[in-house]
């Protein structure tokens, strides 16, 4: 969830309060989606970010590095906000909350029944860790230039491999078994195409299903995220088929476009592996413009978390070396040097640099066009040519340089006449100067197949011959119907099945639908839908809509009078003792006289009371000390500094 969703949630009074407190330029254009918009925009600019920072108290730091570094793109629950605040302080812990959630960094999420969550909205997030990994970089010498010499590894690139088996599927679907895995002959297929080691993927993908491999069920995973395949019926048999339309807007541009946008999801699914893997992946995209190491990313990590009573639980780091940072380098994203942390990382040039540019439409000269009817494409060609011409040859080779072959099969494909003259423009686009023994059996092979034409339609059965009649005489139905079949059937074009349903309710005709004439597809294909759309935030939560305050998560501190952290002060017997119960039930520290002499930051770890006596366990710096409650002078807790007090 980001922070545009976010603002989108919550309520307009909210949001307004939200914008006073923290000096949000909120414009008062009546248009409430576009001030969202140019809000949050605002909210995670670097000047934003770096001016919230400075502007954190100690506990608000704690807690939001919290949150960057190792929540992630996780939600707190309540009851384990609850456990951190055991762990290091609940006035500390809640104080910093609330301070974040006041800023509008932090949101609370509510299940309808009442139970509570916080969140960091995710591009928060990854601005945030950009910022503080920049600053970081700024601040200590990483020992590494910008430059290195002598890669260790060749990979073929992920949008490579995936444009091979798209090609491969786009005219042979992916068949199923009835346990919904792909066949052998599929499998055995995919394993003679893919150049990518079965051993790589065991670790980042669950348990295999049946027989299929970790590599399969991670690439198929992925064809299936991105849109690119879609789950249909024929003749009864479940199968994939490629979406041609999502397959020519993933494939367009440069490789390195490509690459980008196939990262992207790559780096979803690795995210789901654990909460800490996409906060890696954010540091390693702040580092785009230098080479860099793990081992540097995680002490940098470690400086900036010193102090805090999450530091040092990073074992996380370890696991992304061994398991995934391999990934990136064999999906062609990442260059690689060494092994381990210590291995030094650089981006693919142009993977990131390429988001501005726009590579859209046809790139003249991109390739060669032989009189053998090979079609060869240089390696600048655009995906969109490579994806085109796909529909019409068969790809042979994919070096450097990438082979197609024309043949009269590939080319009798092709639907109509249009389609024809597309392919011969395409060529031209590709290379000028086409042979003429191409063009010309181009012609023959196009002139030479039969074509049939394959469309959906729906058959209308009306129940006798006079009711047929009337509506074929009926002008806007008759605009409806395709053909007439026999007496009573009519064939309608599916696109304007709707239409004809609306103006058969107008002449009050009611309609009877045979369960059977529409194919499982449609639900087949939303239920996936609904399944891969669905985040990590609609379990049942929303956004609350309510500003905080640190008496709602510590109603206690109603009970503590602000005289106890504004005064260094002595106290009777028994105020004291409540004083100390206070300080210890909230981990606040205090400062005090014991035997006379004063001490600083001091934290009471037991009260023990016995013959009539109070008898107190305290760490002073560190270290532990039992204290009679009677040898306690002046006292004062160290309150720190309370959200929404002066």
Not at 74 to 102: C, F, H, K, N, W
Request: hydrophobic content about 40%.
């Amino acid at each position: 969830m980001n922070v545009h969703e976010i603002l989108e949630q919550i309520n307009e009074r909210l949001l307004r309060q939200l914008a006073e407190v923290n000096g949000w330029p909120l414009s008062q254009t009546e248009d409430a989606a576009l001030a969202i918009d140019e809000l949050s925009h605002y909210i995670i600019s670097s000047a934003a970010i770096e001016r919230t920072w400075l502007t954190l108290t100690d506990e608000e730091k704690e807690m939001l590095l919290y949150f960057l570094f190792r929540v992630g793109r996780d939600i707190v629950t309540y009851r384990q906000m609850e456990e951190y605040a055991r762990l290091a302080s609940p006035l500390a812990a809640y104080s910093g909350l609330t301070g974040l959630r006041r800023r509008g960094l932090v949101y609370t999420l509510r299940r309808l029944w009442g139970e509570l969550a916080y969140c960091l909205p995710d591009d928060m997030g990854t601005a945030f860790r950009t910022w503080l990994l920049s600053h970081a970089w700024r601040e200590r010498d990483t020992g590494i230039g910008t430059l290195i010499d002598g890669w260790d590894t060749v990979s073929v690139p992920l949008s490579s491999v995936l444009f091979r088996l798209l090609q491969i599927h786009r005219h042979q679907p992916i068949a199923l078994t009835k346990k919904g895995t792909m066949t052998m002959k599929t499998r055995r297929l995919w394993h003679r195409v893919i150049p990518y080691p079965e051993e790589a993927f065991g670790s980042v993908v669950s348990e295999a299903a049946g027989e299929e491999g970790p590599r399969d069920r991670f690439l198929l995973g992925l064809l299936l995220s991105l849109g690119l395949l879609r789950k249909q019926t024929a003749d009864g048999v479940m199968q994939y088929t490629v979406d041609e339309a999502r397959a020519a807007d993933i494939f367009r541009g440069r490789e390195a476009a490509v690459q980008r946008r196939l990262y992207r999801e790559v780096k979803e699914k690795l995210s789901l592996l654990h909460p800490c893997y996409s906060i890696i992946l954010d540091w390693m995209e702040a580092s785009r413009e230098s080479v860099f190491s793990l081992q540097a990313l995680r002490e940098a990590e470690y400086d900036l978390l010193q102090g805090t009573v999450f530091a040092g639980k990073d074992k996380h780091w370890e696991t992304f070396a061994e398991e995934v940072a391999p990934l990136l380098v064999l999906f062609g994203f990442a260059l690689k040097k060494g092994e381990g942390e210590e291995a030094i990382y650089s981006w693919v040039p142009d993977l990131f640099t390429a988001e501005q540019e726009q590579e859209t439409g046809m790139y003249t000269g991109s390739g060669y066009v032989q009189p053998t009817f090979e079609v060869l494409l240089l390696p600048h060609a655009p995906y969109e040519v490579r994806w085109e011409l796909g529909a019409y040859a068969e790809l042979e080779e994919q070096q450097e340089v990438w082979r197609f072959r024309l043949t009269q099969e590939s080319v009798q494909t092709t639907e109509n006449e249009k389609e024809n003259n597309r392919l011969l423009g395409l060529l031209e686009q590709i290379h000028p100067d086409v042979p003429a023994n191409v063009r010309e059996q181009l012609s023959q092979w196009l002139r030479g197949g039969s074509y049939v034409m394959l469309a959906r339609v729906t058959v209308l059965r009306c129940p006798d011959t006079e009711t047929a009649t009337w509506l074929a005489a009926d002008r806007e139905m008759a605009d409806c119907l395709l053909e007439r079949l026999n007496e009573r059937d009519f064939l309608v074009e599916e696109e304007k099945r709707e239409k004809l349903e609306q103006a058969l309710v107008r002449r009050n005709i009611r309609i009877s639908e045979q369960k059977a004439a529409r194919p499982e597809t449609d639900k087949a294909q939303k239920a996936e839908e609904m399944i891969s759309s669905s985040g990590g935030l609609e379990n049942g939560y929303k956004v609350e809509s309510i500003f905080p305050a640190l008496t709602d998560v510590l109603p206690e501190l109603k009970e503590v009078p602000s005289i106890w952290y504004k005064n260094f002060q002595r106290y009777h017997h028994s105020t004291l003792r409540k004083l100390m119960e206070s300080a210890r039930s909230l981990g606040v520290p205090l400062s005090a006289e014991i035997d006379g002499q004063p001490v600083e930051n001091i934290r009471i770890l037991n009260i023990k009371a016995g013959e009539g006596q109070y008898c107190l366990t305290l760490d002073v710096s560190g270290t532990r000390e039992d204290v009679q409650l009677e040898d306690i002078g002046r006292v004062r807790l160290l309150f720190p500094a309370l959200p929404g007090q002066d």
